[in-house]
């Protein structure tokens, strides 16, 4: 056989590798458990000291009931089926594809503003006239604004 020896030498190395491996996983597992013993699960120790003690060494010894399987309730029956809360999705999918189709840009105009204007003239009764103002008090005011109002400064250069 003429198979290199630098073979056998590495898989040799390989081995010890795996073994040292091993024993470092099998050490921090046990270092893990350990830690897990002294950690949550172990009792806590009270304080006789404090105001509370005797409350809570009664509330610990006390016995307690805890539910079982058989006190989960059963499902409601007036709920509906998985396919029907479906097909109420794809219709408010729908719907709101619909009000984006319908609600895009340059969908809709404006027109017959004058007809619209017109008509919201004749509901709100007799004596309007219109946009203009026609009150002399709401002239004078504007006039008093507008002398009032000062131009912001230049900008700093």
């Known amino acids: 056989m003429n198979a290199s020896l630098r073979l056998f030498v590495t898989n040799r190395l390989t081995r010890r590798a795996l073994r040292v491996g091993v024993a470092l996983g099998c050490l921090s597992a046990a270092a893990g458990v350990a830690g897990c013993a002294s950690g949550p699960f172990a009792p806590a120790s009270l304080d006789k000291a404090s105001a509370a003690s005797a409350e809570i060494s009664t509330l610990a010894s006390a016995a307690k009931t805890y539910p079982t399987f058989a006190d989960i309730p059963p499902p409601p029956a007036d709920v509906r089926p998985d396919r029907a809360w479906g097909k109420a999705a794809a219709e408010v999918e729908g719907d709101g594809a ?10 809709w105009t404006l027109s017959a503003t004058d007809s619209f204007a017109a008509r919201a003239l004749a509901a ?3 004596g309007v006239e219109g946009p203009d103002s026609t009150t002399a008090a709401t002239e004078a005011f504007a006039k008093q604004a507008r002398q009032r109002a000062t131009p912001p400064p230049p900008p700093k250069k």
Do not use: Y
Not at 98 to 107: N, Q, V
């Open 124 to 126: 709100a009764g007799p």
């Open 98 to 107: 619909a009000l984006a189709a319908a609600t895009a840009p340059s969908t």
